[in-house]
């Protein structure tokens, strides 16, 4: 590969085989997918604090169609909340987050040129562009978006004459995501095999930086899950299109039975969440890689059980696979099953935390430096355990069935996976900015940010517990005509208070982002004194990384404030001395 | 160094590639496990003559493509029995869809009113397959080609080693699939 090849505005900036470039691709595709999905949410909160009111923005927004005299239509409302969550847990979270990440990281932690195969890459974010154009054409239809919630379970998503947003809607979802599995599973591909070819001399395993240790773990549950989600959508494919009965049995719509017999929608429900529940972990792992090195470079402290971090990782990867069924409580499981899922759920608890146990043991007595990046690692710390302790909860079947369908488990997930994941992610961009654009982020804007969010975000979800343990339903339109729920429309006002300030403050990140790539003031090579091998590559951007050979590795990435040593950190390109061991 | 480096990955590549396929077919298969143990399941009983003619053309074809590698690597010409390996590839594909006509006859149909899953799960799962294996018969197409072109030698025949460890992958998945079709329908 040479260093400097020709390239021209389309091979650099369009069709790029660079992975800094195909990351950026993805980071700022995420970006303007996770406004769309955020937008969406602040919207259906209108409709929740205030139900039935009359909301001028609701009109300007959707249309006379779609919100008659500026009243959200329910069909509307079914079809934020199912775009909402598909944008945020695919498009912003899975490939935002991975493919930022993954993308960007890879070659140059490891010390490679690029990744193993640039084409397939490109291709990789070409079927996400592509995906992301046809579920953006979805909003548009005359029927509406999908409304069957992220998890399109049937019958709604089934047959198309269910609902409006079962029409059309429906189908460019499915076209949307099937481009988009396809996209991961090259993404993945690709990651998987330049870890294990591209490293450099020196870059054993256990000298990875956990981040690569999170990317590389994440991706062999992308090979092993999404394909199952690939055969669960292809079987909803043929009932909804061609009319066969995976999923559906015994349907009367509008006095008339369908001809299905013999499905069970049961049986979705299992395949889905084969690959929903190590989806969490796809989007979880890379923040917690993230967040590993991150805090690591920011309490000048070497990564506390280093080994134990790598196990856990691996310990939670396998057991997201043998825990589906806790989503599925509440469908007529056995009980005898219900407890098998019950304890293997329960099992992740161990692993999850040894990580916490370690990420509180590298900050105690550290000389911590409150970067915006390390205030979102610390925020990621309180979500994780925040959010694993309501999860203790929902994984005891017996406890589960009471809370299943309320609010518990939307204000559950959204703090464990939603914020946890997106704290990672803000961390990352704000730490790895200067390598990706030569600039720094403006700090303060960073410390404004950070603190209205993690006030905000928990303003929204830890309210939704109370809500929860009160009965109040998740997915409904409206409560109202429940009195017993009369008491609690305050809270909801606060939460949709809280949801839209710490929407708008994330207007600030993306101003402070695309501004710092221009006007940012300019970033020194190693701005966070870090030891990992990126920042060893020089400031401006080039095909091929290092300019002539690629540095060799001579010890872990975590040497910081090591005894003896002259400095708080020593590069991996650092030889040891004479006499000094390896950690 | 570089040309081992890019047999590897593309090995890899493939290798992981397969193991994704594995858990869609593993995705597939396990549907018909779930649904098969609830109640309602109508078994078929009823797995077509042509599907044991189409197991024996591509068991058939690995042999062949066995033979191929063994001629690439003494330096012999392979092509006769790649191409041979192709033609038992379009041979099996051929009986698959004689195979879907039978069920038609049987009265077992993918969709309709007459439809039921256990025929429904048939139809899929070797559609699923056949699908496969049209990346298969491409990549054997291009190998036959580039051989007949000289384009391998014994030092150098990546693009032979990756179609056979595809090609050898669908037999076997195959096989799977047909073992467990008789056994579950």
Redesign the interface.
Known sequence: MSDHHKETFITKYIFSIDHKMIAKQFLITGMLMGIVGMLMSVLFRLQLSNPGESFAVLEWFFGEKWAPEGILDPNMYLSLVTMHGTILVFWVLTAGLSGTFANFLIPLQIGARDM??GF?NMLSYWFFFAATIVLLISLFVETGPASAGWTVYPPLSALPEAIPGSGLGQDLWLIAMTLFIVSS?LG???Y??TI???RTKGMSMSRLPLTIWAIFITAIIG??????????S??LV?DRS?????YL?DIIIGGEAL?H????P??FE??FW?LGHPEVYIILLPALGIVSEVMSVNSRKPIFGYKAMVGALIAIAFLSFIVWGHHMFITGMDPFLGSVFTFTTLLIAIPSAVKVFNYLATLWKASIRFTPAMLFTIGFVSTFITGGLTGLILGDSALDINVHDTYFVVGHFHIVMGLSAIYGMFAGVYHWFPKMYGRMMNKTLGYLHFWVTFICAYGVFFPMHFLGLAGLPRRYYTNSHFPMFDGLTDINEVITFFAIIGGLVQLIFVFNFFYSIFKGSKSTQNPWKSNTLEWTAPIERMHGNWPGEIPTVHRWPYDYSKPGAERDFIPQTEPLKEGETEH | MESK?KN??SK??LW??M??????????T??VI??SA?H???RLNNIPQWFWYSTFAIVLSSLFLIIAKKQVRQGISPTPYIFLTLILGLLFSYFQIMGWGQLVNDGIF????K????G??LY?ITL?HLIHVLGGLISLLVTTIKSAQVKYTKENYLGIELTSIYWHFLDILWVYLFVFLLYSL
Request: proline share 3%.
């Open positions: 193993a195969s397939i599973l993945g591909l690709n998987i095999v294990l070819n591209l090979v092993l899950s999404f394909p199952v989600l690939l055969s669960c292809l079987l043929f061609f009319g066969t009965s995976f049995s001809h017999t013999g499905g069970s049961i049986l299992h395949l084969f | 480096l590897n990955t890899q590549l992981i590639g193991i994704g396929i594995t858990m869609f077919f593993a995705g597939l396990s549907a779930v649904r609830d309602g399941w109508e993918l969709t309709g009113e439809s039921h899953p256990a429904s799960f899929v699923a």
